[in-house]
């Protein structure tokens, strides 16, 4: 009785959104995950955000999933037919499916310089809507780090509407105040508003 | 009596229950500090080396002895708690029915992963489900919330006069111990008060009274009638875990049993499974009554001491109970949770039909589809008029 990723509808209701998150180890994306999960917290909604386990090794692919809802979250399986798809790394398109299971609406958010347009033709990508956004040279910019999860947050923000940017900005001010000096919450939050408003669409 | 509701917030299950710890703040925690140990001691020996406990904290070379650790310790008459997971859990084996027969309260965190080999560090109940026959108390949590809820009801149910035994409380690997969920936390203060002072009986530290454990009892000691004694403690417990769980409700809103069923009054099927995939199971129920099925499910929340009478009862009027293990009793009937249920529905009449499904080793993901496909075998058992073949049906298993 094998389940294999097919690519029929969700069956979810609509009040949960799934979200996979592809990346390389050291890109930040099971952080994202979290991070997403906590500013559902902030909206009163539901939550559950988990990576796919395995040996951690810096540059690996690695898979990550969160659940946001307006009710209590009693699934706790993987992700199968992901709504929204986020890839951190462009060079992950060409080695895993990374729409693998997504319904024909699913939302791709890319972490590229490239348009939608462009990324379509230099990877053959077909269906979806893909977004995308130069989120490893805003981090650079603001953060001075290459870790594009953050500002990879900021677009995922502008495209589903999942939370107000006002509250994504205050939530940082506010829990990053607590971990970490000024200077990198300033940057997380210029590099959040940066790809909020830089984010292409189709 | 009005319960306040705390703020919700994002931890992971390990988080949840050392802070369940913290809050027990028990006088000593002996742990093994290194892999396959999960973050539940290196968060608490945080907590140490920052002052929010007043533990004594002491770090052994192996799991091994870190069990013989906490037997002394708790032998010398302090409450004493541990935690552990998979090949470490394993590497405890002897020591642990050495805290169960010298009847020492300890509280142990066991995060359930799998057994080598291979090498595997993914979520299965293969670890503790091995342990079942150590004499301690097993407590299984769904979620990040019953996780830290199992944690501080274990010590009342542990030091409890009525039972003295070791209560060991789980939850799934990964699944929950790794992943961000929702937790509401009572104060300290509060765990403070509904655990209570410690009470050490016998303690070895008590010179004015000596006192000597675990001696040699040779061919015509007492071994036959310590056991008894022991059984008789968990025959006891079954009504100090239900007590103590309805204390906690009133403290906390939220109710526990010794079993969980759902929907299961007027099920015609149904399916008895343990941990973080009941919450995956319900969804399906839900699902299957909406189409009309008369689907039901019953999570085990207490293994040891088994409460086969509850068992039998809410599962009496069932056509046709599936099994879920996610673990396997290798050339017996089925999987140890199987075993149980089969046996507890032995006398009664009718005689449900009870199915084996083994699913989820080494931490293959369990899916609703895969739940789905196991209510529809139940459902084809139902309508067919033989008995339907017990052999292992396996769940999401490749075929390639």
Redesign the interface.
């Known amino acids: 009785m094998t389940t294999k990723s097919g690519t029929q509808k969700v069956e979810a209701p609509p009040a949960l959104t799934e979200i996979r998150w592809h990346g390389r180890g050291g890109q930040g994306a099971v952080t994202a995950a979290k991070l997403v999960a906590e500013l559902a917290l902030g909206q009163g909604k539901f939550f559950q955000a988990f990576p796919e386990y395995g040996p951690e090794r810096s540059g690996a692919p690695i898979v990550a999933f969160t659940r946001v809802s307006d009710a209590p979250i009693q699934v706790y399986s993987g992700v199968e037919h992901p709504q929204i798809v986020v890839v951190l790394d462009p060079s992950l398109l060409s080695i895993v499916n990374v729409t693998a299971g997504a319904p024909d609406d699913a939302i791709v958010l890319v972490n590229s310089e490239m348009s939608p347009a462009e990324l379509r033709r230099h990877y053959g990508l077909e269906g979806f809507a893909y977004y995308t956004v130069a989120a490893t040279r805003i981090a650079v910019e603001t953060i001075k780090r290459p870790i594009p999860n953050t500002p990879m947050v900021g677009a995922l923000t502008r495209i589903t509407g999942l939370f107000p940017i006002d509250d994504v900005v205050a939530f940082l001010r506010e829990d990053f105040g607590k971990k970490f000096p000024p200077k990198v919450v300033e940057g997380n939050i210029a590099a959040i508003t940066r790809s909020y408003e830089e984010v292409q669409a189709e | 009596m009005a319960v306040t509701q705390p703020e919700?917030?994002?931890v992971t299950g390990n988080e949840a229950v050392a802070e369940a710890m913290g809050q027990i703040d028990p006088d000593v925690v002996c742990a093994y500090p290194i892999t396959p140990q999960t973050e539940v001691v290196q968060l608490y020996a945080q907590m140490v080396a920052d002052g929010r406990v007043s533990t004594e904290f002491v770090t052994v070379e192996s799991e091994h002895s870190a069990m013989s650790a906490v037997i002394g310790s708790a032998a010398g008459g302090a409450r004493t708690m541990t935690a552990t997971s998979s090949q470490g859990f394993a590497l405890m084996w002897e020591v642990l029915f050495v805290a169960a027969s010298y009847r020492l309260p300890v509280v142990m965190t066991t995060v359930n992963r799998a057994l080598s080999g291979p090498i595997n560090?993914?979520c299965d109940h293969s670890d503790t489900m091995g342990g079942r026959d150590t004499g301690w108390i097993q407590l299984y949590g769904e979620n990040h919330q019953e996780a830290y809820d199992n944690c501080i009801q274990g010590v009342r149910i542990a030091e409890h006069m009525d039972v003295r035994l070791p209560v060991m409380h789980m939850y799934?690997g990964?699944?929950?111990s790794?992943?961000?969920?929702?937790l509401q936390m009572l104060t300290k203060e509060q765990v403070q008060a509904f655990v209570g002072p410690y009470r050490a009986v016998n303690p070895m530290l008590d010179t004015k009274n000596p006192v000597t454990v675990g001696p040699f009892d040779g061919l015509h000691g007492w071994y036959f009638e310590h056991k008894v004694a022991q059984n008789r403690a968990m025959d006891r417990a079954f009504k100090v875990i239900q007590d103590a769980a309805d204390e906690y409700a009133e403290l906390s809103g939220r109710r526990y049993g010794l079993l969980d069923p759902y929907r299961l009054d007027d099920a015609e099927i149904a399916i008895v499974v343990v941990g973080?995939?009941a919450?995956?199971t319900?969804?399906i129920v839900d699902k299957l009554r909406d189409r009309g099925v008369k689907a039901g499910m019953v999570r085990v929340r207490v293994f040891r001491p088994f409460p086969h009478k509850e068992f039998a009862q809410a599962l009496q009027h069932v056509k046709v109970v599936g099994v879920m293990d996610r673990a396997d009793s290798f050339g017996a009937q089925g999987g140890p949770v199987f075993m149980e249920i089969r046996s507890a529905l032995y006398d009664c009449d009718p005689r449900p039909q009870v199915l084996p499904f083994i699913y989820g080793l080494g931490?293959r993901?369990?899916?609703?589809?895969?739940i789905e496909?196991a209510f529809a075998e139940l459902e084809e058992a139902a309508r067919s008029k033989g008995r339907a073949s017990t052999g292992r049906?396996?769940?999401?298993?490749?075929?390639d």
Do not use: C, E, W
């Not at chain 2, 790794?178 to 929702?182: C, H, L, Q, R, V």
């Open positions: 919700i917030l994002a560090i993914h799934d990964y699944v929950i790794g992943a961000i969920g929702p973080s995939t919450g995956t319900r969804m931490g993901d369990i899916f609703p589809d895969n496909q049906r396996y769940l999401n298993l490749r075929k």
